[in-house]
Protein backbone atom coordinates (compact mmCIF):
# COMPACT_ATOMS: atom_id res chain seq x y z
CA UNK A 1 0.00 0.00 0.00
CA UNK A 2 1.35 3.46 -0.81
CA UNK A 3 0.29 6.70 0.87
CA UNK A 4 0.03 9.49 -0.74
CA UNK A 5 -0.37 13.23 0.62
CA UNK A 6 -1.20 16.30 -1.40
CA UNK A 7 -0.35 19.92 0.41
CA UNK A 8 -0.27 23.02 -1.47
CA UNK A 9 -4.05 23.93 -2.21
CA UNK A 10 -5.41 26.97 -1.42
CA UNK A 11 -7.31 30.05 -2.27
CA UNK A 12 -6.02 32.00 -5.53
CA UNK A 13 -6.89 34.74 -7.29
CA UNK A 14 -8.13 34.49 -11.13
CA UNK A 15 -4.56 34.38 -12.91
CA UNK A 16 -2.32 34.05 -9.61
CA UNK A 17 -0.01 30.17 -9.37
CA UNK A 18 -0.21 27.36 -7.23
CA UNK A 19 2.22 24.45 -6.71
CA UNK A 20 0.81 21.09 -5.32
CA UNK A 21 3.01 18.55 -4.05
CA UNK A 22 2.41 15.27 -3.61
CA UNK A 23 4.39 12.91 -1.15
CA UNK A 24 4.82 9.39 -0.09
CA UNK A 25 6.18 8.95 3.54
CA UNK A 26 8.19 6.10 3.28
CA UNK A 27 7.63 4.94 0.34
CA UNK A 28 9.78 5.61 -2.61
CA UNK A 29 8.14 7.15 -5.99
CA UNK A 30 10.56 6.56 -8.38
CA UNK A 31 9.09 3.51 -9.71
CA UNK A 32 5.70 4.77 -10.35
CA UNK A 33 4.13 6.74 -13.19
CA UNK A 34 2.03 9.66 -11.01
CA UNK A 35 -0.49 11.58 -12.29
CA UNK A 36 -2.61 14.42 -10.84
CA UNK A 37 -6.71 14.60 -11.07
CA UNK A 38 -9.30 17.22 -9.95
CA UNK A 39 -12.67 17.03 -9.49
CA UNK A 40 -14.96 19.89 -9.42
CA UNK A 41 -18.27 19.70 -7.09
CA UNK A 42 -20.92 18.04 -9.37
CA UNK A 43 -18.64 16.93 -11.87
CA UNK A 44 -16.88 13.82 -12.66
CA UNK A 45 -12.84 13.14 -11.77
CA UNK A 46 -10.73 14.28 -14.81
CA UNK A 47 -7.12 13.94 -15.88
CA UNK A 48 -5.24 16.79 -15.53
CA UNK A 49 -1.58 15.30 -15.86
CA UNK A 50 0.94 12.59 -15.60
CA UNK A 51 4.89 11.97 -15.74
CA UNK A 52 6.71 9.15 -16.30
CA UNK A 53 9.49 7.48 -13.90
CA UNK A 54 12.01 9.21 -14.97
CA UNK A 55 10.03 12.24 -15.47
CA UNK A 56 11.20 12.76 -19.69
CA UNK A 57 7.47 11.82 -20.49
CA UNK A 58 4.98 14.49 -19.47
CA UNK A 59 1.11 14.30 -20.54
CA UNK A 60 -1.42 16.98 -20.06
CA UNK A 61 -5.48 17.52 -20.55
CA UNK A 62 -6.15 20.34 -23.27
CA UNK A 63 -7.70 22.24 -21.06
CA UNK A 64 -4.17 22.71 -18.93
CA UNK A 65 -1.40 22.75 -21.61
CA UNK A 66 0.78 25.55 -21.71
CA UNK A 67 -0.62 26.53 -18.21
CA UNK A 68 0.61 23.73 -15.94
CA UNK A 69 3.58 21.86 -15.22
CA UNK A 70 3.89 18.44 -13.70
CA UNK A 71 7.73 17.58 -12.83
CA UNK A 72 9.09 15.11 -9.86
CA UNK A 73 12.14 14.94 -7.83
CA UNK A 74 12.54 11.28 -6.77
CA UNK A 75 15.41 12.27 -4.52
CA UNK A 76 12.78 13.73 -2.27
CA UNK A 77 9.93 11.56 -3.66
CA UNK A 78 7.77 14.24 -4.51
CA UNK A 79 5.81 15.14 -7.39
CA UNK A 80 4.35 18.39 -8.41
CA UNK A 81 1.82 20.62 -10.15
CA UNK A 82 2.79 23.66 -10.77
CA UNK A 83 -0.36 26.09 -12.11
CA UNK A 84 -0.18 29.42 -13.20
CA UNK A 85 -2.51 31.22 -14.99
CA UNK A 86 -5.49 30.00 -13.27
CA UNK A 87 -8.70 30.30 -14.03
CA UNK A 88 -12.42 29.56 -12.33
CA UNK A 89 -13.13 26.59 -14.28
CA UNK A 90 -9.80 24.97 -12.29
CA UNK A 91 -11.22 25.26 -9.24
CA UNK A 92 -11.57 21.57 -7.73
CA UNK A 93 -10.22 19.23 -5.24
CA UNK A 94 -6.49 17.80 -6.92
CA UNK A 95 -5.55 14.23 -6.45
CA UNK A 96 -2.84 12.83 -7.10
CA UNK A 97 -2.18 8.99 -8.34
CA UNK A 98 0.40 6.32 -8.96
CA UNK A 99 0.64 3.40 -11.35
CA UNK A 100 2.87 0.85 -12.26
CA UNK A 101 0.87 0.19 -15.37
CA UNK A 102 0.79 1.81 -18.74
CA UNK A 103 -1.12 1.04 -21.35
CA UNK A 104 -3.33 3.13 -23.60
CA UNK A 105 -4.00 7.43 -23.14
CA UNK A 106 -2.51 8.52 -20.13
CA UNK A 107 -5.97 9.39 -18.68
CA UNK A 108 -7.25 5.96 -18.82
CA UNK A 109 -4.20 4.45 -17.01
CA UNK A 110 -5.95 2.24 -14.40
CA UNK A 111 -3.83 4.08 -10.73
CA UNK A 112 -3.42 1.85 -8.23
CA UNK A 113 -3.19 4.42 -5.25
CA UNK A 114 -4.98 7.82 -4.47
CA UNK A 115 -4.32 10.63 -2.10
CA UNK A 116 -6.98 12.36 -0.41
CA UNK A 117 -6.77 15.33 -2.30
CA UNK A 118 -5.94 18.98 -1.46
CA UNK A 119 -8.51 22.06 -2.62
CA UNK A 120 -7.78 24.53 -4.83
CA UNK A 121 -10.43 27.36 -4.87
CA UNK A 122 -10.15 30.37 -7.58
CA UNK A 123 -11.32 33.32 -6.82
CA UNK A 124 -12.81 35.74 -9.98
Known amino acids: QVQLVESGGGLVQAGGSLRLSCAAP????????MGWFRQAPGKEREFVAA????????YYADSVKGRFTISRDNAKNTVYLQMNSLKPEDMAVYYC?????????????????WGQGTRVTVSS
Open 97 to 113: AATTTVNGAPENWRYDY
Open 51 to 58: ISRSGAGR
Open 26 to 33: GRTLSTYV
